[in-house]
């Protein structure tokens, strides 16, 4: 299969572009005062309708990610203005500094997106979210009556690219965060978390990530508990928690199925014998221990320990790394379905201008038509005049049929298809 | 009708290795071509068995369950269509290997040493042997399940003992769901077990005479024991669960041995031809 190489011609007056910046181009400080949240976005939307070069767009924002996806008849204007314009809402002047920033044009510019929404384009390759964050943005977009036809059309397809890759590879196989890795092990302890319950020990960073995929993965209930009792409450009530004194944590033991641990303590925070204690007054219920902490809150030995699970994070930080060898290993395939699909759509793209074309072709006859018959039309009866009607416009069809039947199958012909378009402009003076 | 019967015999085992190993190929490199092809042919094969059990019916005149070797293709017939359903149910390949690879066993065995008719035990041809047998023929087919279950379970306890998360961590279903699945094929087959000897001990003083003492009661008992002992720890939490899962293949391996040594090496009144 034959990808669409970025330098083809696109349809005249329908040009696609993207401009943005991402995880790549810009470091993190940069990329968190150019994210929009869904209000600012939704005006962002509105303010880009005044600018008269930019006929459809897209805003996709993401933590890792802004990009304005358009559709315009002078794209190097339209990607200034929309430059100008993201600068301006957000009070900066980044969007001007190219180190920062990409732009791509047609094809190149559908490439990426499809690129986007499979996960190659991601932080971690193949992770998931971005195809919702698509979806959001399009979804957006639409409300805002900012998507025509070919937006529509080429985000559509991209969200087809990105259900296909994740059905036919292993592209998104396999937790690549050491939090959800944690929460995958679960999953595979104890396969549904939605009657089980978590005991959460700290209430930092790594437990906040670790917090919201429990939450996203639908746990019963979660139980945090932390040496400062005001960060937990904090923590506990962005996901409906419960709070515990720090004290009380060894307590908890017995209700919990998963223990999970990331504090910055010195000691040692659950000994064996806790476990070994709690493991008594809840016979035959496994429990999964993980320790995220450095030094480790957990003594090792629990693991010896019947129907108890130990894993700290070296072990995580592995099937992280295997995870992710596993996804890039999918690279390949993916880059071919992107390849058949950008195809497809490059198709449709191309033939966008033949239809123009071909409707340039047909009011073009109309007209000669419309004129032969005004100018002959008194040399016959009022009973012959419909008849001289019906008739001159078979003619043209029937002129214009073998044409148009060609001129459809130019859009296919990657090499001489333009030329062959523009011969036609050419003959006929046309515009289309 | 013979020559079908004969070519179905090795045809069988056949079947079942490159099933085996189809399902090994997807379980170890998950082949999505390979994957495609897994239910079609599982089909193929299952409808296959069926034919060839259905063949056996119609030439011999009798269940195919007077000698071992019979059974065990009736009792690779039950576990095919169980794993089929089961497959149907939980929507992955990932344990087909196992049970398959189980089957394939226990049709060899039979295809290797099973007969072609000879005088048959009138018994045979009572309607309590055939209700008795069925029992047992699921009953067998639910604790290999049971064993097969029980044993991945042990496989990824061990995996997630010592952290290792390869291709057993990444394939099979999880920890609480093998559990679930060994302890109700246990169960079915427990059932099936008591319908089993229920039938046998009432119907035996009159088909045989008072033989209680037979090596193959004795060990059935002894098994139908072991799989109360199995089920009643499950449900009421007695020991650790890995115990009980050694339990249920001890008892499945002593199902085995009951049903080829005893039948083959000692005497016994379970023998029908």
Not at chain 2, 47 to 60: E, G, N, Q
Request: hydrophobic share 50%; charged share 20%.
């Amino acid at each position: 299969m034959r990808s669409p190489d970025p330098c083809e011609t696109a349809p005249d007056g329908v040009h696609v572009a993207v401009l943005g910046l991402n995880h790549v181009s810009a470091p993190v400080a940069v990329r968190e005062e150019m994210a929009f949240a869904d209000d600012q976005a939704q005006e962002a939307l509105a303010r880009l309708e005044a600018i008269a070069e930019v006929t459809e767009c897209v805003l996709l924002s993401t933590c890792n990610r802004t990009e304005v996806y358009l559709v315009s008849p002078n794209p190097d204007k339209a990607v200034a203005a929309v430059r100008d314009l993201l600068d301006e809402i957000k009070r900066t002047t980044v969007m001007r500094r190219p180190e920062w920033t990409f732009t791509h044009r047609d094809a190149g510019a559908m490439e990426h997106l499809f690129r986007v929404v499979c996960g190659l384009d991601s932080l971690f390759v193949g992770e998931a979210q971005i195809f919702s964050q698509v979806k959001h943005a399009y979804d957006l977009a639409t409300q805002a009556q900012r998507v025509g036809i070919v937006l529509n059309r080429l985000f559509q397809a991209a969200l087809h690219v990105g259900k296909r890759v994740r059905t036919e590879t292993e592209i998104g196989a396999g937790a690549v965060s050491v939090s959800s890795a944690a929460v995958g092990l679960a999953e595979k302890v104890f396969g549904n978390l939605n009657s089980r319950t978590a005991l959460l020990v700290g209430a930092g960073e790594t437990a906040r990530l670790t917090a919201e995929h429990l939450a996203e993965r639908g746990i019963r209930r979660l139980i945090i508990t932390n040496r400062t009792l005001e960060r937990a409450h904090a923590l506990a009530e962005r996901f409906g928690a419960e709070v515990i004194p720090f004290g009380e944590r060894t307590n908890a033991l017995p209700d919990a199925d998963l223990l999970i641990s990331a504090t910055s303590a010195q000691e040692v925070l659950f000994q064996a014998a806790d476990v070994r204690q709690a493991m008594r007054r809840r016979p035959r219920r496994p429990l999964l221990v993980i320790d995220l902490a450095v030094p480790r809150d957990i003594d090792p030995a629990v693991n010896e320990l019947e129907d108890v699970f130990l894993h700290d994070v070296d072990a995580l930080n592995v099937m992280v790394e295997q995870n992710l060898v596993r996804r890039c290993k999918e690279i390949p395939r993916v880059e071919e379905i992107i390849g058949e699909e950008l195809e497809e759509f490059f198709a449709w793209y191309e033939s966008l201008a033949v239809t123009s074309l071909i409707m340039a072709l047909r009011e073009h006859m109309e007209a000669i038509r419309q004129e032969q018959i005004e100018r002959y039309q008194n040399q016959f009866c009022r009973e012959d005049r419909s008849r001289l009607d019906q008739f001159t416009r078979t003619l043209v069809n029937r002129i214009l049929h073998h044409p148009v039947t060609r001129l459809r199958t130019f859009s296919r012909d990657a090499r001489w298809g333009p030329v062959r378009l523009d011969t036609v402009r050419d003959l006929f003076d046309l515009e289309g | 009708m013979t020559l079908l019967t004969e070519l179905l015999t090795v045809l069988l085992p056949l079947c079942y290795a490159l099933l085996t190993a189809t399902y090994a190929v997807v379980f170890f490199r998950d082949e999505p071509g390979m994957a495609r092809i897994l239910k079609p042919f599982l089909s193929i094969t299952l409808a296959l068995h069926a034919l060839y059990i259905a063949l056996r019916i119609v030439l011999f005149r009798h269940l195919p369950l007077a000698t071992v070797f019979e059974s065990f293709a009736m009792i690779g017939l039950a576990l095919a269509f169980v794993y089929w359903i089961i497959e149907r149910i939980v929507r992955t390949p990932s344990t087909g290997m196992f049970v398959l690879g189980l089957v394939f066993v226990f049709q060899t065995v039979s295809s290797a040493f099973i007969g072609h008719g000879g005088a048959i035990n009138p018994v045979l041809r009572s309607p309590l042997f055939g209700v008795h047998t069925t029992a047992a023929v699921i009953g067998y087919a639910a604790f290999a399940l049971s064993a097969v279950y029980g044993t991945l379970y042990l496989l990824l306890y061990h995996e997630l003992k010592v952290s290792r998360f390869g291709i057993i961590y990444a394939r099979l279903p999880s920890l609480g769901i093998l559990a679930a699945m060994h302890e109700w094929a246990a169960m079915v087959g427990l059932a099936s077990l008591t319908v089993t000897i229920v039938i046998g001990m009432t119907w035996l003083p009159r088909a045989f005479g008072w033989a209680f003492t037979d090596p193959k009661v004795l060990l059935t008992v002894t098994i139908w024991l072991l799989y109360v002992l199995v089920v009643l720890g499950h449900r009421l939490g007695w020991g650790s669960r890995v115990r009980i899962i050694y339990i249920s293949i001890f008892g499945f391996i002593l199902l085995v041995f009951s049903t080829l040594v005893v039948n083959l090496w000692l005497h016994s009144f379970h023998a029908f031809t």
